[in-house]
């Protein structure tokens, strides 16, 4: 049974950091390729950071280009979202998705505000 548990979201000022986590389960992990989305209200979901299966590969939406850092280790089965610079735009549901079997999790929420 494939399990994606997100944690770390909360709630932060402006310009704040979180680092959020995605612990996996029930799939090869290291064979996966992982992506973090967001969905804030009212809104779809947006594709926010994607990192190959070694970690080699990464990119991000260009709304977070400089500010967040994806990365994941294998040997702990886990995906991790460095947030920095933290805006009131970056405030949303952040997901976790592992490619290999197209699983999400269930969200950790993130709000930026004063």
């Known amino acids: 049974q494939v399990q994606l548990v997100e944690s770390g979201g909360g709630l932060v000022q402006p310009g704040g950091s979180l680092r959020l986590s995605c612990a996996a389960s029930?799939?090869?992990?290291?064979?996966?390729?992982m992506r973090w989305y967001r969905q804030a209200p009212g809104k779809e979901r947006e594709l926010v950071a994607t990192?190959?299966?070694?970690?080699?590969?990464?990119n991000y939406a260009d709304s977070v280009k400089g500010r967040f850092t994806i990365s994941r280790d294998n040997t702990k089965n886990t995906v991790f979202l460095q947030m920095n610079s933290l805006k009131p735009e970056d405030t949303a549901v952040y997901y976790c998705?592992?490619?290999?079997?197209?699983?999400w999790g269930q969200g950790t929420q993130v709000t930026v505000s004063p």
């Open positions: 998705y592992a490619f290999l079997r197209g699983s």
């Open positions: 029930g799939f090869t992990f290291s064979n996966s390729a």
């Open positions: 990192i190959g299966s070694t970690g080699e590969y990464t």
